[in-house]
């Protein structure tokens, strides 16, 4: 048996690795289901997204109203209401029950009941009340409603104020309605608006699923094509934990170098979404992030058994996951258990130092644990990738060995 030198060894296996990355590669473009996984859904599946929420808000949200007042007060308010972009009203109900039927039906999201005393209580210089009554199945349409009902309320009251105050000058009117002056600044999302909100959130979700979809989809073909239903096949070149390791994930980093391009920097500028992130820090945060989840996904590929069986097990944790990020519910309101629990996906701390670099413009040092923990989880990743590949070169020498023993016994008898 021919010994190689150290030297030998080296080239052979920096020739062996770019041999499965070439293989990989083409494997990839060549395979319908990973092709769909690795280009078509990182391409379309932004865009459906952002399409969806590119109105940012809610508009015209069909409201009713139950008037027992009927006055010009009330008319006034029910005016302005009507007047707001947010809100429209859609009809006149006579009383409570057909109001709720609209309400039931889906005609209106809610209800909007003024009482019979409304005039007469403001006259009297006493307090009255409007109810506002809301499918809270759509909290969006619940904001809508809320925010224009208190608008009104608020604009109405000053009026009021300065109706009976008995002021000379414009000025005394100002404090009278206003003694104490604020300025609402919304910052990092000044429209309020739900894409921006939610849809960074998602492009970095979508990369580390289609990974995890298309590198499963992947070990799945590789071990029904493999007569021992291995995950390694039988070749010398597929002889050594890290050129394969390595060589696989240099093929997905490459493909989703270009795909985080696309989705992260090109999506957010085609529907105008807030993009402020300097791009040297993006590209610094990305490297362990998609590294994190490339041999995050390796590892899990060692429990596809079919191509079939990654659908089944990584299609469900999307929006779980979501949840997880600590984005649509604040992190540091959720139970210690699924906040650490959390912490296993680089999702989690993806989306956090992708939102907060790309939204409100933070820099390496103002997202550091995020940024760490990224890099942890990429070296933690990586260490269980090799652990689980060296098993599987194990397994398929020894079935191969057990194969070879098994035919030597025929040939003897």
């Known amino acids: 048996m021919k010994h190689l030198t150290f030297k030998q060894k080296v080239v052979q296996g920096i020739h062996d690795l770019f ?87 889906r005609l209106a999201y809610g209800i909007i009941y003024i009482p019979a005393e409304f005039s007469e209580d403001i006259a009297r ?36 104020k300065m109706q009976r105050a008995g002021n000379t000058t414009n000025r005394q009117d100002e404090i009278t309605a206003y003694p104490i002056k604020y300025e609402d600044v919304t910052l990092f999302n000044p429209a309020n608006g739900f894409a921006a909100f939610l849809i960074p959130a998602v492009l970095i979700l979508i990369i ?80 362990p992030y998609l590294a994190a989840c490339i041999f995050f996904a390796m590892t899990a590929s060692i429990a596809i058994r079919n191509r ?22 604040p992190g540091a309101a959720m139970p210690d258990f699924w906040r650490y629990f959390s912490y296993i996906f680089p999702s989690t701390f ?12 933070a820099t390496l040092g103002e997202v550091s644990f995020e940024y760490r923990a990224l890099w942890i989880q990429a070296g933690i990743y990586f260490l269980t990738t090799c652990w689980v590949y060296r098993w599987q070169i194990i397994q398929s020498r020894k079935h191969v060995i057990e194969k070879y023993k098994e035919y030597k016994k025929q040939v003897v008898s």
């Open 19 to 105: 041999y499965i990355w070439i293989r990989e590669f083409r494997t990839t473009f060549r395979d319908q289901g990973v092709l769909i996984f690795f280009v078509l859904v990182p391409l379309v599946y932004p865009l459906i997204y952002a399409f969806i929420y590119t109105n940012e808000t809610i508009r015209e949200v069909p409201a009713v109203v139950v008037d027992n007042s009927r006055s010009s007060l009330s008319r006034e308010y029910l005016r302005k209401v009507d007047s707001s972009p947010e809100v429209k009203i859609v009809s006149y109900c006579a009383d409570m029950e057909e109001a709720k039927l609209m309400l039931k039906d």
């Open 350 to 361: 993806g989306i956090n130092g992708y939102v907060r670099i790309n939204s409100m413009g």
């Open 208 to 287: 580390q699923q289609t990974l995890l979809l298309g590198i499963g989809l992947s070990a799945g073909t590789a071990r029904e094509q493999n007569r021992f239903k291995d995950l390694v096949p039988i070749n010398r070149h597929y002889n050594g934990t890290l050129r394969i390791v390595l060589g696989k994930g240099l093929s997905y980093f490459m493909v989703y170098a270009l795909v985080s391009v696309y989705v992260l920097c090109v999506v957010p500028r085609l529907f105008s979404l807030i993009q402020i992130a300097q791009p040297g820090v993006l590209t610094l945060f990305m490297l």
């Open 125 to 160: 210089g006493k307090q009255t009340q409007v109810s506002l009554y809301c499918d809270m199945s759509g909290l969006l349409y619940y904001k809508s409603l809320l925010n224009t009902n208190t608008s009104v309320s608020l604009d109405m009251n000053a009026d009021i």
């Open 308 to 329: 079939e069986t990654c659908m089944l097990i990584f299609v469900f944790t999307s929006v779980p996951l979501l949840f997880l990020s600590g984005v649509s519910w």
